[in-house]
């Protein structure tokens, strides 16, 4: 069996995503409720008991909202680096030892027979990370949560099959929002998140002939359209001679509601 995922949820209100394979079953971070993961799971046919792992990219409410639950509920093991730990132990309620494992930026281990990698970025957490996953010669890559994207984080994503990129806003919608400038600024900086026109000029250096779909992930709600996004994204890659169609399609991703259950 292929490499199989889906992204159960992304945005500003909470974020998950499923990856498996024929032997192993993972979710990059439970950023809803205990509920809405388990609804979201039975909405692609699956269910959280068959978790082998949680991965945590960082520490933050919609990446780990719902952490503590699904791990006590169903006695998932739950992995991130050791700064992360430190957080989660105080946000999330009690996880018992045995459950606790440590997964350090730019380390690769085993779930089965699905590899995972993870790499630092920029980001105003304490160390966050994001995660590429390898299976039988097939590469998904995640990158979401950075300010900006270095030329090591396009290295890292080079070669990927399917990439789950952030897209969060749009930078004229923010800056004429009703966010407090404190806000706006922290967005826009380079701790922040990636605007819709960051993320397209760093999708034309990373994809390659390869790469089949691209997911736009973590919308904000208030300032950025899925449309917008998609549309903004698409005119970057065109113009840079890439083009979105046949070969390379655009994804959409949603905050309440999952991906078709796909396979790489």
Request: proline share 2%; aromatic share 6%; glycine share 8%.
């Amino acid at each position: 069996m292929a490499l199989r995922y889906s992204v159960l949820a992304s945005g500003s209100t909470g974020n998950a995503t499923f990856v498996a394979t024929e032997q192993a079953k993972i979710v990059i971070d439970a950023g809803l409720t205990g509920k809405q993961l388990e609804a979201l799971f039975a909405q692609i046919g699956e269910n959280p008991q068959e978790l082998d792992a949680i991965l945590v990219t960082h520490e933050h409410s919609d990446h780990i909202k719902g952490l503590g639950v699904l791990a006590r509920r169903y006695k998932i093991p739950v992995y991130a680096n050791a700064k992360t730990w430190t957080e989660i132990d105080r946000l999330c309620g009690k996880i018992e030892t045995e459950q606790k494992f440590h997964f350090e930026q730019d380390q690769r281990l085993m779930f089965k027979d699905l590899e995972v990698h993870s790499y630092g970025v920029s980001h105003d957490a304490i160390e966050p990370m994001a995660y590429c996953v390898y299976h039988q010669g097939k590469k998904l890559s995640m990158s979401t949560d950075m300010g900006y994207v270095s030329e090591r984080i396009k290295g890292t994503l080079e070669d990927s099959d399917v990439i789950i990129f952030e897209s969060n806003h749009d930078v004229e919608m923010l800056r004429m929002g009703h966010y407090p400038w404190n806000i706006k600024r922290r967005i826009l900086g380079d701790m922040g998140h990636l605007s819709n026109d960051a993320a397209g000029e760093a999708l034309a250096d990373i994809i390659s002939s390869r790469t089949k779909k691209v997911y736009l992930a973590h919308l904000s709600k208030d300032n950025n359209m899925v449309d917008l996004a998609r549309m903004t994204v698409q005119q970057i890659l065109e113009g840079r001679d890439i083009e979105v169609g046949r070969g390379l399609t655009l994804h959409d991703t949603y905050p309440d509601k999952p991906t078709k259950l796909a396979v790489v």
